[in-house]
């Protein structure tokens, strides 16, 4: 009545192509995975290669700057044997006497360490650097308490440099106030403390400036007392000592409040160190304040 039906063939056919029509599907991609992860992982693998080449020529690049750097820095060898005749400091101090039109003025004596009075090495050693046989050239604990008194106070109101930088200082680097200075100070250090604990004091001794155009300890025992270094007594190297913070500011012939506060003080610390009995002590006391009157007092006895 309503004619023949469709084939079975035919209507899976037809009704497949409406089935299509009516729900498209999305069209299968071939070839290998371009998804996300597809891309990220090749992007991954060239950016870690090129960090651990940045890394690698980072590296090689600071150890060329620090050994450019270490080789750059003056050897302390030569001193093992040598006595130095000039020195950074004393060369500055040549340029600011001409800069000011005046003569430079020199005076220096070398002597051994056996020819300098124990006393002013005893002085030096407690008042500049009292873990100096203890440090090798460089003293994280005063460092680290200089650095929290100046946190307390809010500026650094303490030096925390052993008697070793401050030689390396004076040889070499002169009074230049920077971080870089301070850098080869530290690394000079190191290389002083190589010759020996003994021969770092001597060069000191011998180097550190005592007054204008004073270098050393028999030329500042000579200005000040008229005597030889060998022979300087524990008063009077008290107040060589008490010199070295601001040696052409503090003059022993007039002596300032500073000076004779600091001499006293130093003076305080043989005690302190079993270096002088409780008599000796007392006995330098009363030397020591008759070495520091004021001139006038001085004149009136």
């Known amino acids: 009545m309503w004619g023949d039906p469709p084939s079975g063939r035919a209507g899976i056919g037809e009704s497949a192509a409406v089935l299509k029509s009516t729900f498209p599907s999305h069209p299968r991609k071939s070839g290998p995975l371009v998804g996300s992860t597809g891309i990220l992982l090749p992007v991954l693998l060239r950016t870690r290669k090129t960090l651990v080449q940045a890394a690698l020529l ?28 000039a020195t950074a ?7 600011e006497a001409m800069d000011h039109h005046r003569l430079p003025r020199r005076v220096h004596t070398w002597v051994p360490l056996a020819r300098i009075s ?12 009292a873990r100096f046989y203890e440090h090798d050239g460089f003293d994280i604990t005063e460092t680290e308490a200089a650095l929290e008194e100046a946190a307390e106070r809010g500026h650094l ?42 021969r770092v004091l001597e060069l000191y001794l011998n180097l550190a400036e005592w007054g204008d155009g004073i270098y050393g300890a028999e030329a500042a025992a000579r200005a000040w007392f008229n005597k030889p270094a ?14 070295l913070p601001a040696p052409r500011r503090r003059n022993p012939l007039r002596p300032n409040a500073r000076l004779r506060k600091r001499a006293f003080e ?25 070495l520091l009157a004021a001139p006038e007092v001085a004149a009136s006895r």
Do not use: H
């Open 89 to 95: 400091l004393m060369d500055l101090r040549s340029r």
């Open 118 to 129: 124990p006393w002013l090495r005893r002085a030096v050693v407690n008042s500049e650097d």
């Open 58 to 85: 980072g590296v090689g690049v600071l150890c060329l700057v620090a050994g450019l750097f270490l080789v750059s820095l003056p050897s302390a060898e030569p001193l093992r044997i040598e006595n130095p005749r």
């Open 230 to 243: 060998v022979e300087l007594s524990p008063e009077e190297s008290s107040v060589l000592a008490a010199m």
């Open 157 to 198: 109101g303490r030096g925390a440099s052993t008697i070793t930088q401050q030689l390396a200082k004076n040889l070499w680097l002169g009074e230049e106030r920077t971080l870089w200075r301070k850098l080869r100070e530290y690394f000079l250090a190191g290389r002083l403390e190589d010759l020996g604990k003994r």
């Open 266 to 290: 130093i003076l305080e610390l043989y005690g302190l160190y079993q270096q002088l009995g409780p008599e000796q002590l007392q006995e330098s006391r009363a030397r020591l304040k008759d």
